[in-house]
């Protein structure tokens, strides 16, 4: 077994390409997986992997976990990093659900499964703060004793996920660590998601979209944070994480109508607003208690919400001048 060979699944995504690329850095071998779910535009995920795909430490294979044989791919990976999933929650509802119980919940079996085979020694689970569902204002911030009660399709495959993780890892001598992310945004951030959909909207000259009266509250998480906690669940010793579930969020809890402000000041527009109903499976509030991943993973998150959004616009506009947006 290669000690700094890893494995990431869901590499061309937005967290899995800064996760690899952070990886590559600290001189991995990055062997990875996308299986280019037609959730947003390829193109984006090729940009996205371009900036991997020329380090000889780079392997990338396009497959399917929920179909592909899995094992061949995890030949000496000591470490895998699981971030592929069928992300979003407003389109997991109807018809929607079918791709998120195949990508998220058989995805993650055959993946767990596959890795007890291969002799895999740890397995680093993207979780998501959906699983939480709703949360007394009296109870935020939401620490991880709190119990998965997702209100959404979305946060139920979310919250299989992590219980197949704690099975596999009952079950043999895997060890595993979940990491519930609290909304990733930056450079690269998924289309579906609020800041991507805003600033696209200022780029088009548009008005921006708010849906609810824009008081729910989200605990943003910048990216690069979100990377170096990923790295030290997969580094620090299995005493600290095996078994265990951690936050990691942003530790700056702002209302929607906050984050305009921001908005308005990093592109240096005035923003127009078309307010909609809120959409179903959609929390009112989320707000991390990082306390456990503060003192067992070393996890302090450094950028704020502006340098962020800053860094996220910028790309923005590289990538509408490349004609990707
Ligand atoms: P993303 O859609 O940009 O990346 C996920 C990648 O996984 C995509 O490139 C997709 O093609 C790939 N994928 C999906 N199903 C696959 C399968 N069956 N086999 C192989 N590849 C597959 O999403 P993201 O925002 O980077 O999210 C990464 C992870 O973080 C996901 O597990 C998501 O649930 C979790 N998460 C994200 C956020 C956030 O705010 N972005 C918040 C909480 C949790």
């Known amino acids: 077994m290669a000690q700094n060979r890893v494995l990431v699944t869901g590499a061309a995504g937005f967290i899995g390409s800064h996760l690899s690329e952070a990886l590559l850095e600290r001189g991995y071998d990055v062997c990875a997986i996308d299986a280019f779910d037609d959730f947003y535009d390829r193109r984006l995920k090729d940009a996205n992997l371009s900036a991997l795909s020329p380090s000889p430490h780079f392997s990338f294979w396009e497959a399917d976990l929920s179909s592909a044989d899995i094992e061949p791919f995890l030949r000496d990976v000591d470490t895998v990093f699981h971030m592929a ?3 979003g929650v407003r389109t997991s509802w109807g018809e929607g659900f079918e ?3 195949r990508n998220n919940v058989m995805g993650t079996q055959r993946l767990l499964e596959a890795s007890v085979r291969a002799g895999v020694r740890r397995v680093v689970y993207a979780s998501s703060s959906s699983i939480y569902g709703e949360t007394d204002e009296a109870r935020l911030p939401t620490s991880e004793d709190e119990p998965g009660r997702p209100i959404s399709p979305y946060g139920i495959t979310k919250l299989a996920g992590e219980h197949l993780l704690t099975a596999y890892g009952l079950a043999s001598t895997l060890e595993v660590v979940g990491l519930r992310f609290f909304t990733v945004f930056g450079p690269r951030q998924r289309p579906d998601m609020a800041f991507h959909k805003f600033l696209k909207a200022v780029l088009d000259g548009r008005p921006i979209t708010i849906y609810g009266d824009g008081s729910q509250t989200r605990d943003f998480t ?5 990377v170096a906690g990923v790295l030290a669940a997969g580094e620090r010793p299995a005493g600290d994480v095996d078994s265990k579930m951690f936050n990691l969020g942003g530790g700056h809890r702002v209302t929607l109508k906050q984050t305009l ?3 308005s000041d990093v592109t240096g527009g ?3 607003l078309d ?4 959409a179903a499976g959609d929390v009112t509030d989320t707000a991390a208690d990082t306390s456990l991943a503060r003192s067992l993973l070393g996890y302090v998150p450094t950028t704020d ?3 962020g959004l800053a860094a996220q ?3 923005m506009k590289e990538a509408r001048a490349a004609g990707l947006l």
């Open 85 to 87: 999933a069928r992300a």
């Open 270 to 272: 005035t923003l127009r």
């Open 305 to 307: 919400l502006k340098s």
């Open 275 to 278: 307010m909609q109903e809120r």
């Open 99 to 101: 791709p998120y119980v």
């Open 261 to 263: 402000d921001v908005i």
């Open 313 to 315: 616009w910028e790309w």
């Open 222 to 226: 910048f990216v690069g944070d979100i």
